[in-house]
């Protein structure tokens, strides 16, 4: 590990559900709701406010998202508030997982899930909202909702067959099929599989290397890679090219280009 996890002392987080730890340029959130690491109010409500914080932190370009324990990653919404069949409630818990792991996916630093152990409806569908996801082979991952009379509301209908395509996407979704680390490394779920205990060593490995980034060369990137999600192929290419000379207006950009010249390491003002 490139730095020593220390406690992350600039905020005070809404709940001690979502533990924040820092590692170099790197925030570790830790999902801990035992005994299933399940996202409920608490959680949904805190993790856009951790967000926007880390947002606006210029120490910040990285966040690794990992589960409490070895079982665990997250088995998603704890399904007892459903239990009366009260849409109301149904509504809120749907906008709340929605504004979270949207906010999640536009985070503008790097951020990868660390799947350590079950990954099971909205608990996937948070590591979908992830840009890379590293899986443990004994892990296993599943959007089941539909076995339970409900469907995934957190973007998992739309994340998964934009990963994996629809047929596995339909085999997940609408056939209720799990599949383990080995296997979702294999249609493209996530984009490693690590023996036990390995994933979230991996995950800072991989976010200490964001650190050698630009962090508006990323951000740009990220917006331009997840933009053309949703938009006719080479529609972008013009939004590129823009941006590759928007990037000239930042003294980072010549920090970059001397410091390759001088072989040496660059150091981001984020300026």
């Not at 709340?96 to 409806?121: C, H, K, P």
């Not at 590591?127 to 409900?150: K, S």
């Not at 950009?253 to 040496?264: C, D």
Request: glycine share 10%; hydrophobic share 45%; proline share 5%.
């Amino acid at each position: 590990m490139e730095h020593a996890l220390q406690p992350y002392t600039a905020l005070v987080p809404r709940t001690d559900k979502l533990v924040v730890q820092k590692a170099g340029h790197t925030a570790l959130v830790t999902i801990d709701n035992p005994p299933a690491n399940t996202w409920d109010s608490d959680t949904l409500h805190g993790l856009p406010d951790l967000l926007r914080h880390l947002n606006n932190d210029p120490d910040i370009y990285a966040l690794v998202l990992t589960g409490r324990g070895e079982r665990f990653f997250s088995a998603g919404a704890d399904l007892k508030m459903f239990a009366d069949g009260n849409p109301a409630r149904a509504r809120e818990m749907a906008r709340l997982f929605g504004l979270a792991f949207e906010a999640l996916r536009d985070f503008s630093g790097v951020t990868i899930a660390a799947i350590n152990g079950y990954a099971m409806g909205g608990g996937l569908e948070c590591a979908l909202a992830c840009d890379i996801r590293i899986a443990e082979r004994q892990a296993q991952m599943a959007l089941p909702e539909a076995g339970v009379g409900l469907l995934p509301c957190a973007g998992g209908t739309q994340a998964l067959a934009w990963l994996v395509g629809e047929g596995w996407a339909k085999r997940m979704i609408l056939c209720g099929e799990r599949v383990d680390g080995v296997r979702a490394e294999r249609i493209g779920l996530v984009e490693e599989c690590v023996e036990q205990g390995q994933a979230l060593g991996v995950a800072l490995r991989l976010a200490a290397q964001v650190a050698r980034q630009s962090p508006a060369a990323v951000r740009y990137c990220k917006e331009l890679i997840q933009g053309g999600r949703d938009q006719p192929i080479n529609t972008l290419l013009a939004r590129e090219r823009e941006r590759f000379v928007d990037l000239f207006e930042l003294e980072d950009t010549v920090e970059g280009v001397n410091a390759f010249l001088e072989k040496r390491p660059p150091q981001w003002t984020r300026r």
